[in-house]
Structure formats: structure tokens, C-alpha cells
């Protein structure tokens, strides 16, 4: 049987297990860096399935490293299962871990055949924006050694290389002073007169920024009482462009804003956050068109629809991207009108679309680490660039 075949097999055994976990995650969801039962359920499904898991790697209690073969190409599947606050698996993580968990297990099968070494690692807390998961375990060495790595997220449709655009996430804070809002108002320093101000700065500042920058926050405190001149207000917001580089000019801007909220009303501000950012995504074009050739020839459709660059989002796997040759293909679910990071879409996730994107994607990532090790050229650009890396 060649590797392929081999891969089919197995992933096709292993199909109703791989749906039962991704319902069972996304029944269950949990914010970053408390994934306690995704971790534990996908680190028992590897296990069962011949790797040897390592779980509460680099400190993390929720992350762990799975590991098969023992080839010269070393290939990492990325596996995320974070969900966002009230709305659960909205941006589909649930199914991004049964992929995972599907792909490593079929490699395993073949991995001594083909000459690789698979790893399957856990990364959490993806969705916080800062300081994520794959940061800090990039850097305390859970990616060493690492030649190639991927994932697959589900979208509305699928796409072979999305817009991936850098990050910064921070929480903005003003303080100022108390007083009775009606009797001694000139006594109070307004935090809430603060944050409007920065707001009202921002959106004025909207129509001077590049087309690729993003702006967007909520408050997270607003004051006490309307009654008591508020002394105390917060925000979240995040900032983001098409590069690292862009994000820094764009940020000092917005800040800015936030400065000058202090300014105007004599409250102090303070700025938490923001100091590791998620970057831009940078797409391994060869492994991306060989992802993007099995993932066709199991059913896929890649549709070229005008537009669609401007619908970037952002993940740590960008920081990936930076050290080591990646992919982040995006797998269609079917969802249209339903869109991520809406809860109509959360209930898209495990429907038969889902499923069914469940294998594929599985497939269509063993198949790629199959055709990679098959491919003298791309296998040894990518050995090389590790040894120098």
C-alpha cells in the first residue's frame, strides 16, 4: 500500500472518532489558557493513536507536543482549541483540532515510510491577541527542530493562502477622580471624558490610515454610578496592518489618541499589553500549492472571488510563519451568510459541512506532508533553511 493509500485508510477509520472530538470540544468551550478538557481529550486521542505526547510543555499547562517518526524532514501540525468569550467556537477551533488530530494520526502511519518526523502541537490561546500560545512556545523551543509547520481554519469558503495581517492587542486604562456628578462636578476628574476623547480621536484619524490598518475596541469599564464622576475607565482595543513594520506606525498614531484623551481631561492613562503582537502571515507558496492540489483532488473548491483581500484576520501562526517555512489554508464550511466570529457561525461548526471538513482537511494535511517528503527539492530547501535557522 503507498502513503497515500495507507493515509486514506486510516483517516477513514478514524472518521467518526475525529467528528466525536470535534463535537466534544465545541460542546464544551473553553477561553485561552484554560483549554483543561480539549487539552486532555486531544492529548488521550494521540496517544491512542501511536504518538507520544508530552503534555504542559514550556510551562503551559493546557499545550502539549505529539510526536511520531523519526525522519530527517520534521513536520509540525498546528492544533488550536481556544474559544472566544460568550459566543464559544465561533472561529471554528473545535474543528481545527480534530484536523490536527486526524493528520498526525495518519501520518504516524506512514512517517518511518516516508522519512519524516510528525509532531501534533497543542498551542492555546490563540484568540487573545497578544502573547499567544504559539509565541511563547516558539519561543521556548517547542518548535525547534521544526522544518515545515501548518494548520487548516475554517472559513465560509475555502482559500489556499488567506490575508493574514499583524496585531496589537493592549487594554487602555484612565484614572481620575471621584466627585458627586451633579453637586461638586468641578471637584471630579472624568475617566469616561477621557476614553470619548480618544474615541472620538480615532475615528477621525480612520480617514488618514492605510486601506490594510484596522482599528476596533470595546470599552471594558465605564464608571460606577452616573451619579460619581467617573474615576475609573478601561478599554481593549486592538490595532492592526499589513506588517509588523506597518503595525508600529499605526499604533504610535493611536496612541496618540489615547494620550491626548489624558491630556484634554487631566486623567492618568496607563497601557497594558500589546508588547508581543501577532504578525503577519507569510505563506510557503510550494507547500501551499501542493496543499491546495490534494485538497482539490478530495473535493475541495477554491473559488477566486474579488475582494476577499480585505478580509484579513490575524493568528499567532504569522509569528510561525516568520521562523519556519508555513501554510494556513482556510477550509469552507458552508456557513454563508454566517460569517466567523458570529454565533450563527459558531452553530456551523458542527454541522455535516463541518464534518465533512473535518476529513478533508485531516487528508489534505498528510497528504501534504506526504508529497513534501516525496519532493527531493522542497524537502531539502526546507531541511537546509532549519540548519541555518
Known amino acids: 500500500m503507498d502513503a497515500k493509500a495507507a493515509i486514506r485508510e486510516r483517516v477513514e477509520a478514524d472518521r467518526a472518532h475525529l467528528i466525536e472530538l470535534s463535537h466534544r470540544i465545541h460542546a464544551n468551550p473553553e477561553l485561552g489558557f484554560q483549554e483543561e478538557k480539549a487539552s486532555a481529550w486531544m492529548s488521550e486521542f494521540l496517544s491512542d493513536g501511536g504518538l507520544k505526547v508530552e503534555r504542559g510543555v514550556c510551562g503551559l499547562p493546557t499545550a502539549f507536543v505529539a510526536r511520531t517518526g523519526s525522519g530527517p524532514l520534521h513536520v509540525a501540525i498546528c492544533a488550536e482549541y481556544d474559544c472566544l468569550p460568550s459566543i464559544g467556537h465561533a472561529c471554528g477551533h473545535n474543528v481545527i483540532a480534530a484536523m490536527a488530530a486526524g493528520a498526525g494520526i495518519a501520518a504516524a502511519r506512514v512517517a518511518d515510510d516516508i522519512g519524516v ?5 497543542g498551542t492555546p490561546a490563540e484568540e487573545i491577541g497578544d502573547n499567544g500560545g504559539k509565541i511563547l512556545l516558539l519561543e521556548r523551543g517547542a518548535f525547534d527542530g521544526v522544518h515545515a509547520a501548518m494548520m487548516v481554519h475554517p472559513a465560509p469558503m475555502d482559500m489556499v493562502e488567506p490575508p493574514v495581517i499583524a496585531i496589537a492587542t493592549f487594554d487602555v486604562h484612565y484614572t481620575g477622580k471621584e466627585a458627586h456628578a451633579s453637586a461638586f462636578p468641578e471637584a471630579g476628574i472624568n475617566a469616561a471624558d477621557a476614553l470619548t476623547v480618544a474615541q472620538t480621536a480615532i475615528g477621525l484619524l480612520r480617514q488618514h490610515i492605510h486601506g490594510t490598518d484596522r482599528v476596533h475596541g470595546i470599552v471594558t469599564h465605564g464608571g460606577e454610578a452616573p451619579n460619581i464622576v467617573p474615576a475609573h475607565t478601561s478599554a481593549r482595543y486592538m490595532v492592526r496592518a499589513k506588517s509588523l513594520k506597518d503595525l508600529e506606525e499605526i499604533r504610535r498614531r493611536v496612541m496618540n489618541c489615547f494620550e491626548a484623551g489624558a491630556l484634554a481631561t487631566g486623567s492618568k492613562l496607563e497601557v497594558r499589553g500589546g508588547s508581543k503582537p501577532y504578525a503577519e502571515m507569510v505563506h510557503d507558496h510550494s507547500l501551499a500549492s501542493i496543499y491546495k492540489r490534494n485538497a482539490e ?27 519556519i517555512p508555513s501554510i494556513h489554508p482556510m477550509i469552507g464550511i458552508n456557513s454563508l451568510p454566517a460569517i466567523n466570529h458570529q454565533p450563527e457561525f459558531t452553530a456551523h461548526c458542527v454541522t455535516k459541512d463541518a464534518d465533512q471538513a473535518v476529513f478533508d482537511g485531516a487528508m489534505a494535511m498528510a497528504f ?21 535557522s
Do not use: K, Y
Open 117 to 121: 518526523t510528525v509532531s501534533v502541537i
Open 297 to 323: 483532488q478530495i473535493g475541495r473548491v477554491f473559488l477566486n472571488i474579488p475582494g476577499m483581500e480585505r478580509a484579513a484576520g490575524s493568528t499567532d501562526m504569522g509569528n510561525i510563519s516568520l521562523a
Open 368 to 388: 501534504t506532508i506526504a508529497d513534501a517528503a516525496a519532493d527531493a527539492e522542497l524537502r531539502n530547501r526546507l531541511i537546509q533553511r532549519g540548519a541555518h
